[in-house]
C-alpha cells in the first residue's frame, strides 16, 4: 500500500496525462474510422478547455457542467466546420483542418478572454485520476457499440470506399460530418478535463505539432480497432519515463526511439501495434465477436 | 416500365460522352446494354446510380424523376449496382461486406447495443443470417470470414453482386458481371441473373460477352459513340446492320 501511494506521488501526474492522451486519441479515431484525416482534434480540445476553463473560472459553472459545456462547444463547432470542409478528400481535408487548428491558436493567442499567449490561469484541479479513467471506460464502451451499429459500419463503408459507399445507400455527408462531430465532441471533453488538472492551459499546447502526435498515437496503436490508439496514446505518453527507466537520458535520443517506432509500425504493421496480438487470431474473426477486423 | 431514360446527355469538357440516349426498361426484365469500347455504357450506369449527375436529360423510376438525386438517394429508391472496377471494401470480410450492404434494410440502432437489449442481438443474428444466405446464393458461403482482397478475381466480382443484392433492390445495375470469370463461374453467375429475374428482379446489364448476352436478356439496347443505335429483342438486335457494322466494321462493297 505504501508503494502503491509512492509510485501514485511519483507517477500520478503521468497516469493523468495517459488518460487525456487516451481520450485525445479516441476521438481521432472515430474521425479516422470514417477515412477522415483530421488534424483539427487538437483545436477542438483547446476549444472545449477554453469553454470549460472560462466557465469555471470566471462564471463559477460547475465542473461536471463545465465539461458538458466545453464538449458542447467543441462540437458545435466541429459540426460548422465539417459541413464544409468534409467535401474535401485526403490530404486536402488535413490541410483544411490543419489551418483550422492555426486559427484556434492564434485566437487565442490575441482574444483577451483567453488570457492571450500566457494562457488561462486558475483553473481548480476538479479533475481526479479516477475520473478521467471512468470517462475512458465510457468512451471505450460508447465506440465499440457504435462500431456495429448502421452508422458504424456506414463509418466502415466510407473509409473503405466513399463512392461505393454512396452507392449503397450511404448519406456520405451525413455519416462523414456525423463522425467529426462525435471526434470533436470526444475533443472537447479531454481538453476540458484537461483544463481542470494543471492549473493553466496555454494556446501553444493545442497547436500542431499536438495534433500531429494524436495522429501518431493513432498510426502507432493501430486505428483499425477502437483500443488501438489506446494502446498508442498510452504507449508513446509513457515512452519518456520508460526510457529513463532503462538508462535512456534524456535529450534527442527520445525524439529518435519516438520516430523510430513510428517507422517501423509503418513499414511492418500498416494496422498498428495492436496487430501483433491479433495476428494469433485465424485470418478472420466472426463479426459478432467484435475484435480483429481486417489486419490480414 | 421501370426506369425510363430520356435524351440523357453527358458532357466532359469537350468530349461527348452521351448524345441524348433514350430508352426505357421493363419491370422485370434482364436488359443487356451493349456497344463497343468507349460508347458510353458506364458513364450511362453511372448516370443511373447518380454517382457523376448527367448534364441534361431525364430519368424516370417508377414515374418518379430521379436525375436530380444524389448517389444515395436514388439507392434508396431501390436501385443497386457493381463496378466496372470492381469497388468492394477490402479490408472487411465478405461476409462483412455484404452486411455492410444491408444499409439501407437494417436499422441497427445505438441505443439497444449500448444496453445490450436481447431484441438487439436477436435482430442482429437475422441480419446476420440474411447476410449468409446472400452469400450462398452466390456461391461464396466456404469464404464469409476471408478478407474481400484475398479473392480471386472472379470472386470479387460475385461479392459485388452480393453486397448490392444485400439492400434488396428493385433495380440491379451490373457493370461486367462476368468479365474475367472462367467460364463455371460465368455460368453460375448467369443462372444466379436468371433465378434473380424470376423473382421478379429487373437487371440492367453491361457485358461484352455476346453469347451470355444473348442468352440471357430479353431486351437489348446497343449504344455507340455515345447514341443508341436500337432496342429490341437479342435476334432483332443481331440481324441489326448498324449494329453488324458498329462491331464488324463495313464491307467494301458497301463503302
Redesign the interface.
Known amino acids: 500500500m505504501v508503494h502503491l501511494t509512492y509510485f501514485f506521488a511519483v507517477y500520478g501526474s503521468l497516469i493523468n496525462f495517459i488518460g487525456i492522451n487516451v481520450l485525445l486519441a479516441l476521438s481521432l479515431y472515430v474521425t479516422l474510422s470514417a477515412g477522415q484525416l483530421s488534424l483539427g482534434n487538437a483545436a477542438f480540445a483547446g476549444i472545449g478547455g477554453y469553454t470549460a476553463g472560462i466557465l469555471t473560472t470566471q462564471f463559477g459553472v460547475p465542473y461536471l457542467l463545465s465539461l458538458l459545456a466545453g464538449a458542447l462547444m467543441a462540437a458545435i463547432v466541429g459540426f460548422l466546420l465539417g459541413m464544409p470542409v468534409l467535401r474535401l478528400r485526403g490530404v486536402f481535408l488535413a490541410m483544411a483542418t490543419l489551418s483550422f487548428g492555426e486559427v484556434v491558436r492564434i485566437a487565442a493567442i490575441n482574444l483577451k478572454i483567453t488570457g492571450g499567449a500566457e494562457g488561462l490561469l486558475g483553473m481548480p484541479a476538479y479533475t481526479k485520476t479516477w475520473f478521467i479513467y471512468l470517462v475512458i471506460a465510457v468512451v471505450g464502451?460508447?465506440l465499440s457499440?457504435?462500431r456495429?451499429?448502421?452508422?458504424g459500419?456506414?463509418f466502415?463503408?466510407i473509409r473503405?470506399?466513399e463512392?461505393?459507399a454512396?452507392?449503397?445507400?450511404?448519406?456520405?455527408i451525413y455519416y462523414k460530418t456525423l463522425a467529426f462531430t462525435i471526434g470533436a465532441f470526444i475533443a472537447g471533453l479531454a481538453g476540458a478535463m484537461y483544463a481542470h488538472l494543471n492549473y493553466i492551459i496555454t494556446p501553444g499546447e493545442f497547436g500542431f505539432s499536438a495534433a500531429v502526435n494524436l495522429l501518431i498515437y493513432c498510426i502507432v496503436g493501430g486505428s483499425?480497432v477502437w483500443y488501438g490508439p489506446v494502446f498508442g496514446a498510452a504507449l508513446l505518453t509513457a515512452l519518456p519515463e520508460i526510457l529513463r527507466g532503462i538508462g535512456v537520458t534524456a535529450g534527442p535520443i527520445r525524439m529518435f526511439v519516438n520516430g523510430l517506432i513510428l517507422l517501423i509500425v509503418i513499414l511492418f504493421l500498416p494496422n498498428g501495434l495492436i496487430s501483433l496480438f491479433q495476428r494469433r487470431r485465424?485470418?478472420?474473426?466472426?463479426?459478432?465477436a467484435g475484435a480483429g477486423?481486417?489486419d490480414? | 416500365m421501370l426506369l425510363e431514360i430520356t435524351q440523357i446527355t453527358q458532357h466532359f469538357g469537350g468530349l461527348c460522352a452521351l448524345a441524348g440516349v433514350s430508352f426505357g426498361v421493363e419491370s422485370g426484365s434482364v436488359h443487356g446494354l451493349i456497344g463497343p469500347n468507349g460508347a458510353g455504357k458506364t458513364t450511362l450506369i453511372n448516370i443511373l446510380?447518380?454517382?457523376t449527375p448527367a448534364t441534361s436529360g431525364t430519368l424516370r423510376f417508377d414515374d418518379r424523376r430521379i436525375d436530380t438525386f444524389?448517389?444515395?438517394k436514388i439507392?434508396?429508391l431501390g436501385i443497386?449496382?457493381t463496378?466496372q472496377n470492381i469497388?468492394?471494401?477490402?479490408?472487411?470480410?465478405c461476409?462483412?461486406n455484404v452486411?455492410?450492404?444491408?444499409?439501407?434494410i437494417?436499422?441497427?440502432?445505438?441505443l439497444p447495443?449500448?444496453l445490450c437489449l436481447p431484441g438487439a442481438i436477436r435482430q442482429?443474428?437475422v441480419y446476420?443470417q440474411q447476410s449468409l444466405d446472400i452469400l450462398v446464393r452466390v456461391g461464396l458461403a466456404d469464404r464469409a470470414?476471408?478478407?474481400a482482397q484475398?479473392l480471386s478475381y472472379g470472386e470479387r466480382r460475385r461479392l459485388e453482386i452480393a453486397?448490392?443484392l444485400a439492400?434488396c433492390p428493385r433495380l440491379l445495375l451490373l457493370d461486367e458481371p462476368v468479365a474475367g470469370m472462367r467460364r463455371q463461374e460465368m455460368l453460375s453467375v448467369a443462372e444466379l441473373i436468371h433465378t434473380l429475374s424470376q423473382e421478379g428482379m429487373t437487371i440492367l446489364l453491361i457485358e461484352h460477352n455476346m453469347a451470355f448476352v444473348m442468352e440471357l436478356c430479353s431486351q437489348i439496347t446497343v449504344l455507340n459513340f455515345g447514341s443508341v443505335i436500337t432496342t429490341g429483342t437479342p435476334a432483332e438486335v443481331g440481324r441489326h446492320p448498324e449494329v453488324i457494322e458498329a462491331y464488324l466494321g463495313k464491307s467494301d462493297q458497301d463503302a
Open positions: 464502451y460508447f457499440r457504435l456495429y451499429s448502421r452508422a459500419w456506414s466502415e463503408s473503405e470506399d463512392t461505393a454512396s452507392a449503397m445507400g450511404i448519406n456520405t483499425r485465424k485470418v478472420a474473426v466472426s463479426v459478432l477486423i481486417g490480414n | 446510380s447518380g454517382i444524389p448517389a444515395h439507392a434508396s443497386a449496382r463496378f469497388r468492394l471494401f477490402p479490408a472487411l470480410t461476409l462483412e452486411i455492410a450492404g444491408q444499409h439501407l437494417a436499422e441497427r440502432p445505438l447495443r449500448l442482429e443474428a446476420k470470414d476471408f478478407s484475398h453486397r448490392a439492400s
